[in-house]
């Protein structure tokens, strides 16, 4: 009776899982990566505060919106606390101010997109891709 009033467990789970093929960006190293990797395909980087009421919802409102093949672009997770040093990083290389959350669209090695917040999920990324 409870499963049914309150929704399996195992339907909750599969809910939260990820769809989005993330890279997990850990290194500064990696920003030159990106910069090359952005000749051929487009780069995203997500920074995300695991602290933030506001980035979760919105990274969560991103996961659900987010419908492209593994193959057309490279989709970065910044835990911003985590990995301070290249947070900062990544707003010196791209020349953009650091705000959280924040999707940063990296093409041909410059940043042609980039915002913040809630307006994250009115980027239009097919734009992009």
Sequence with gaps: MFNNLFGKKEAKEKKEESKIPWIP?????????????SKGRTQMIFKHSTTCGISR???????RGFNFA???????????????????????TFQVFHQ????LI??????????SH???TDIDLNSYI
């Design 25 to 37: 960006l850990t290194s500064i190293e990696q920003l030159d990566e990106i910069k090359e990797n």
């Design 106 to 115: 990296i093409w041909n090695g410059v940043v042609v997109a980039h915002d």
């Design 70 to 92: 593994e193959n057309r672009v490279d989709l970065y997770y910044l835990d911003l606390h985590s990995f301070r040093e290249v947070s900062n990083e990544v707003a010196h």
């Design 118 to 120: 809630g307006a994250i």
């Design 57 to 63: 919802m919105v990274l969560n409102m991103f996961g």
């Design 100 to 103: 959280s959350p924040q999707l």
